[in-house]
């Protein structure tokens, strides 16, 4: 069964850099038929995609968060990780890791969200 | 790039059946079948319910279905339950290789 499981700081302080690590299990990060997703939610809002990267190393992302983010991969610890920089009050959200498949573009399978505040 | 827009909220009593709209552009639906739908429940991560337009995974209840007619999607459920009640996202893939998600549904059963 595939699992993906999100970690990292719960309070970041403004102008910083926000690091989240996924770990995935059940499935590579290295197969070529997914790509690896984060999407955020601020608390009573929306998903917002965050952005995506191949096993390749090949990624999109936002264009409203493109300048911050970075999105890559530890293939020796099946693991993907994300930073944004600079961050501010409006980054405070349940980040989401997820799975998607490569050529039918949908997610099948996320981790159960990890909360992170941005506050002094 | 702007959401896809969703009402915010639909209702209907057990055993009616409901849909939901997702209206995007030329740039994403209008263009791409690869729209899919996630049912959220109160602090739970989202669960997908269909895939490009009209697809059900495995073990999705034969009551949720989808469509699409250009520029917009949707996705209906049938016989409601008061287990469906939570929150109903579209997302599409688009022209810029990037995702977009709507601006969410709340389902309430009455």
């Known amino acids: 069964q595939v699992q993906l499981q999100e970690s990292g700081p719960g309070l970041v302080k403004p102008s910083q850099t926000l690091s989240l690590t996924c770990t995935v299990s059940g499935a590579s990060l290295s197969s070529t038929s997914y790509y690896w997703n984060w999407i955020r939610q601020p608390a009573g809002k929306q998903l917002e995609w965050i952005g995506r990267i191949y096993s390749s190393g090949s990624t999109d992302f936002n264009p409203s968060l493109r300048s911050r983010v970075t999105i890559s991969v530890d293939m020796s610890k099946n693991h993907l990780s994300l930073r944004l920089k600079s961050v501010t009050a409006a980054d405070t959200a349940v980040y989401y890791c997820?799975?998607?498949?490569?050529?039918?573009?949908?997610?099948?399978?996320w981790g159960q969200g990890t909360l992170v505040f941005v506050s002094s | 790039q702007s959401a896809l827009t969703q009402p915010a909220s639909v209702s209907g009593s057990p055993g009616q059946s409901i849909t939901i709209s997702c209206t995007g552009t030329s740039g994403d639906i209008g263009t791409y079948d690869y729209v899919s739908w996630y049912q959220q429940h109160p602090g739970k991560a989202p669960k997908l319910m269909i895939y490009?337009?009209?697809n059900r995974p495995s073990g999705v209840s034969h009551r949720f279905s989808g469509s699409k007619s250009g520029s917009t999607a949707s996705l209906t459920i049938s016989g409601l339950q008061a287990e469906d009640e939570a929150d109903y996202y579209c997302?599409?893939?688009?022209?810029?290789?990037?995702?977009?998600f709507g601006g969410g549904t709340r389902l309430t059963v009455l």
């Open positions: 997820a799975r998607g498949v490569s050529g039918w573009y949908y997610f099948d399978f």
């Open positions: 997302n599409s893939y688009t022209i810029s290789s990037t995702h977009v």
């Open positions: 490009d337009v009209t």
